[in-house]
């Protein structure tokens, strides 16, 4: 019943919204997701670092000189690779909406262009029934007023 009082270029433009708002919002959940992955993998790596390091300090000799030396490893190629990984996700992403957005944005132009030029032209059509309604008040006006119907009385 709503949709009904909608005109086509409002219908047209929500749904050329609506669609770029959906691929908007697939693609940032994407996105999201590739970041999420990266996390995942920095913590496996850093986890299995800290693993290897520790197998290093308790299968030493000397424990106090392998521990200061695993303390200054420990993380950097995971770290490094979290880096990587995140940038390249980063800019996959950007990629991504910039190409939704080159998809997507001339037809919303392109929509709202024309539901604009329709309330244009419906405020148009308005004024001019509004001003013909005014005239044919005024013409009425101006028969009573010349039937005598419309004039004050002078005398008391």
């Known amino acids: 019943m709503f949709s009904e009082a909608l005109s086509p270029a409002v219908r047209a433009h929500c749904d050329v919204l609506f669609n770029f708002h959906t691929d908007l919002a697939r693609r940032t959940l994407e996105s999201l997701q590739a970041i999420s992955e990266v996390n995942m993998r920095l913590l496996k790596e850093a986890m299995s670092e800290l693993g290897e390091a520790s197998q290093r300090v308790l299968s030493a000799g000397n424990p106090a000189g392998q521990t200061a030396s695993a303390r200054g490893n420990l993380g950097s190629t995971a770290l490094r690779n ?11 992403a950007n990629h991504s909406l910039a190409q939704s957005a080159e998809a997507h944005l001339p037809h919303v132009s392109r929509s ?11 405020a148009n059509d308005e004024a001019a ?11 009425r006006m101006g028969l009573h007023a010349a039937n005598g119907l419309g004039r004050p009385s002078l005398t008391h």
């Open 82 to 92: 979290y880096q990587q990984g995140l940038a390249d996700a980063l800019a996959r």
């Open 112 to 122: 709202a262009n024309a539901l604009a030029d329709e309330l244009v032209r419906k």
């Open 129 to 139: 029934k509004a001003g013909e309604r005014q005239r044919q008040a005024l013409e």
